[in-house]
Every structure is written in structure tokens, then in C-alpha cells.
């Protein structure tokens, strides 16, 4: 078992930064792959970022390249969203997602994740 606790949410104006964190526990040596999602309301949960767990590789979703950073802190066992340039589409809430399977890096359907965290709300305002 993998459980994910998110935290960093928040209402920012557009233009505005914020961080969100993942923290990963348990069986977090068996982690292949952590991801960011977010769903806003009425639509379908979106990809946002891909880390590899051990490694540098990240792959982020061209709505957000450019904008969004993903990044990792494996002492901490602890992931990261740095959002920059933040538009209201930007709002959502924000869903971090682990999978333990050895398979292709990138994984972008939420189906393929098998632990999730609660979510965190981002709120950002025109």
C-alpha cells in the first residue's frame, strides 16, 4: 500500500505561483512512477505531469509545458508542482497518483494509477 497526502492548494490571481506537494508513505521502494492530475467540475480528470521515481525524467502535458514544473525530492519522499503563469483554467482540484508498475514511463490515463491521494483544491482568479 502507497498512501499520498497533497497539500500546497490554494486562490491565487491570475499570473500567480503556487507549489503543491505530494507526500508519498508506505511502500514507497516499490513506487515506479508519480503523477499530477486535476479534475474540474464537470469535466473528466486530466493529465498534467509524469516523474519517474528514481531518476530525472519528467514529461508534462502541453497544457502546462512551459508553465509547470515537476520535480521530486526522494529523501522527502515527496513530489512537486510548481505552477507559474497560473490561468482560471488552471482551476481545478489537483490529484496526485502513484503506480508501482515496471512498465513505459509515460502513463497519462488515470486508470493506469493504482494509489491516490485526497486532492487538493487551486483556485485562480481572472
Known amino acids: 500500500q502507497v498512501q499520498l497526502v497533497e497539500s500546497g492548494g490554494g486562490l491565487v490571481q491570475a499570473g500567480g505561483s503556487l507549489r503543491l506537494s505530494c507526500e508519498a508513505s508506505?511502500?514507497?521502494?516499490?513506487?515506479?512512477?508519480m503523477a499530477w492530475f486535476r479534475q474540474a467540475p464537470g469535466k473528466e480528470r486530466e493529465f498534467v505531469a509524469v516523474?519517474?521515481?528514481?531518476?530525472?525524467?519528467?514529461y508534462l502535458s502541453n497544457s502546462v509545458k512551459g508553465r509547470f514544473t515537476a520535480s521530486r525530492d526522494n529523501a522527502k519522499n515527496t513530489v512537486y508542482l510548481q505552477m507559474n503563469s497560473l490561468k482560471p483554467e488552471d482551476t481545478a482540484v489537483y490529484y496526485c497518483?502513484?503506480?508501482?508498475?515496471?512498465?513505459?514511463?509515460?502513463?497519462?490515463?488515470?486508470?493506469?494509477?493504482?494509489?491516490w491521494g485526497q486532492g487538493t483544491q487551486v483556485t485562480v482568479s481572472s
Open positions: 497518483a502513484a503506480d508501482l508498475s515496471p512498465s513505459v514511463f509515460i502513463r497519462t490515463s488515470p486508470n493506469e494509477y493504482e494509489y
Open positions: 516523474l519517474r521515481w528514481n531518476g530525472g525524467s519528467t
Open positions: 508506505g511502500r514507497t521502494g516499490s513506487i515506479i512512477r
